[in-house]
């Protein structure tokens, strides 16, 4: 068989293969869970655990953000503060998640400052300061903290406001959660050519200019005929 031949029976026997099946990838879901709301995907809810307010109509809260610029107009408040008994103990936020990645927002007063710990899985994983200045503004969808790389089974996180006996006064203006997971229902494959397409391949064989063939390269057109299925993120909120 010549060299001509032999290439288009390869070409030929890769398009009446079986379709390629490719590793199995379910879609990226990005679910956002409000402070005073649940998780849109299995109802679960954000714990809180001590004394927070919930915002807006909190009248004895030191912190007045702008709470048309809180996610879903709401937040929750809290605050630690080692020079007074009362306001000393830690207070935290709980919330369970399978998932790949996580992240915390919320606001912070420029002018009294921000010192958070964060726990996965029961194991102190971060940390977040932000020192007080003479700032007298707010800001708002700030990151308190992130982790992304996770294995997608089911995680326990924790912020805890101040740490204890910490001098440094700690506000907490707690607005929403966000987490990444993958619901592993998708997979992908490599569409199988159809047989008219294969018809015409193989009627027209004869018809096509031998340098053509010469310098075919099968795998390569097979490569670049068919894609991966791809990873979908969609979002829920």
């Known amino acids: 068989m010549s060299n001509d031949r032999l290439r288009f029976a390869l070409f030929t026997a890769l398009l009446l293969s079986p ?17 005073q709301g649940t998780d849109p ?11 927070w307010q919930v915002e807006p ?24 503060d080692a020079d007074y008994p009362s306001q000393h103990a830690l207070r935290n936020v709980t919330f369970t998640f399978t998932g790949t ?11 009294t400052g921000i010192d958070l710990v964060f726990y996965l899985d ?8 932000y020192p007080p200045s003479d700032e007298y503004d707010y800001k708002y969808n700030q990151t308190y903290f992130q982790m992304e790389g996770l294995t997608n089974t089911s995680h326990s996180w924790k912020m805890q406001n101040g740490r204890w006996m910490d001098p440094q006064l ?6 929403y959660l966000v ?27 004869r018809f096509i200019p031998p340098i053509i063939i010469r310098h075919f390269n099968p795998l390569i057109f097979v490569v670049k005929l068919f894609a991966c299925s791809t990873r979908e993120v969609v979002n829920y909120a």
Not at 101 to 111: C, V
Not at 170 to 175: A, E, R, Y
Request: charged letters at 20%; glycine letters at 16%; one cysteine or more.
């Open 122 to 129: 029961g194991e102190e994983a971060a940390g977040y300061t």
């Open 41 to 51: 995907t299995t109802g679960e809810s954000i714990g809180y655990e001590g004394s």
């Open 101 to 111: 990645a996580i992240y915390a927002f919320g606001m912070i007063d420029g002018s």
């Open 57 to 80: 109509g909190c009248f004895g809260c030191q912190a007045r953000p702008d709470g048309n610029q809180a996610y879903g107009g709401t937040w929750h408040d809290t605050e630690y």
């Open 170 to 175: 700690s506000i907490v203006l707690f607005d």
């Open 179 to 205: 987490y990444t997971r993958d619901d592993g229902t998708e997979e992908g494959e490599f569409p199988r050519p159809s047989s008219l397409f294969l018809f015409f391949v193989i009627g027209q064989y």
């Open 19 to 35: 379709p390629l099946q490719t590793p199995t990838f379910g879609a990226l879901l990005n679910v956002t869970v409000d402070d």
